[in-house]
């Protein structure tokens, strides 16, 4: 892959909500429900050939899982309402992003009253850290959470210092306020960050039988993920960078809830995890990624889509041996359907769909191992 410096396209986050403006209703005032619930998101756009960022409401009509944009500066009906790929209803959450006909929206809030009363119990965020003994089974425990309905917004791996580990938990009054905190930084942990209704209480439930903390209530989850998966994270990435090769879990099997049984497939198959995070791509930065693929498969501007259409998350698969070649092989043919009848037990053909939807990327010349660890773990990280 061409590496180039890091892309400066950011969407600006805005804390700024929607009122409930007359042309969120333009079409049934009073029975907008009548079809259905309908859902508004307040969402940004990044306007990359006008330097600017642009606001839309989003609506969200979850009976027939269609869309519509309404543009709020000029107040007009961007796109009428029509299906969007990938859009469904556990896809639009605060700090998500979504395609919807080739734009890459980021959900900044919810867009009215209705929809944040409707949708505020069920999208409870919390914050799971697994600690260094729960870290080999962390992929059964990630698809034990997102089986249980939660959504899983945000991983990252690294190390927290004692004094982070102090200021992530915050009530020094708590009863094992110094034991937690000691364990939290006495080696690698991986934290999580999850969505969904009841979520504190659910994944308290879960994470029980392992060694795992858990946000105590959604107040405290808000405040420790803003530490955790803000700009200047407290946990602090240490990838290998020798010995390993990369591993991106793509949107589509993050969304279907996979990435755990993905991660757990990686390592029973004898691999570590030298480094973990979760990634929102943005159409640049999917280019720059993908772009030895420009020009040589013919799939390349629907491999770019699908990279920004949600979260990926990106492994160092560490291994023995030769690990680059070791891995590729266990990822499988590009094409699924393929990969089902002639190696049935590789990654692709146990979790792919089609060429584009195939699960995950691995890095294809050994050359380029190094480029694209250090594309995620320096560059983008």
Request: glycine residues 6%.
């Amino acid at each position: 892959m061409a590496v180039g410096p890091k892309s400066t396209t950011k969407l600006t986050s805005s804390n700024e909500s929607l009122a409930t403006p007359f042309f969120l209703y333009h079409k049934t005032p009073k029975t907008h429900m009548a079809d259905g619930d309908r859902f508004a998101f307040s969402a940004e756009w990044y306007d990359a050939p006008a330097a600017m960022t642009r606001k839309y409401a989003v609506l969200f009509f979850p009976k027939d899982e269609t869309v519509e944009l309404v543009d709020l500066k000029s107040k007009k009906v961007f796109l009428k309402r029509a299906k969007a790929e990938g859009v469904r209803a556990d896809t639009l959450y605060i700090g998500a992003a979504v395609n919807i006909m080739s734009r890459q929206m980021k959900i900044v809030d919810f867009g009215d009253d209705y929809t944040r009363k409707a949708l505020g119990t069920r999208r409870e965020n919390t914050l799971v850290v697994l600690k260094q003994g729960d870290i080999p089974r962390c992929g059964a425990i990630i698809d034990a959470l997102c089986s249980s309905g939660l959504v899983l917004a945000h991983v990252r791996m690294g190390y927290i210092s004692p004094p982070d580990a102090e200021e992530l938990l915050g009530d020094r009054d708590a009863p094992s306020f110094a034991t937690v905190a000691g364990q939290l930084s006495d080696g690698p942990v991986i934290a999580l960050g999850l969505l969904g209704e009841s979520a504190c209480a659910t994944v308290a439930r879960i994470v029980s039988s392992s060694s795992a903390y858990s946000s105590p209530d959604a107040a405290t989850a808000a405040r420790q993920a803003a530490l955790v998966f803000g700009e200047s994270s407290v946990v602090l990435p240490s990838p290998a960078f020798e010995q390993s090769t990369l591993c991106l879990i793509k949107p589509h099997a993050v969304a279907s809830g996979l990435a755990g049984r993905i991660i757990d497939a990686v390592v029973q198959k004898g691999f570590r995890l030298g480094a973990l995070q979760s990634f929102t791509l943005d159409t640049a930065s999917a280019s720059e990624f993908l772009e030895v693929y420009k020009g040589v498969v013919a799939e390349y501007p629907a491999m770019v889509a699908a990279l920004t259409a949600g979260t990926s998350i990106a492994l160092e698969v560490v291994g023995d041996g030769d690990v680059h070649a070791l891995f590729r092989e266990f990822v499988g043919p590009t094409d699924p359907e393929i990969a089902r009848h002639l190696r049935p037990a590789t990654l692709r053909a146990r979790f792919g769909k089609d060429r584009v939807a195939n699960a995950v990327h691995c890095t294809d010349l050994p050359e380029d191992v190094p480029l694209e660890v250090d594309y995620f773990f320096k560059i983008l990280a």
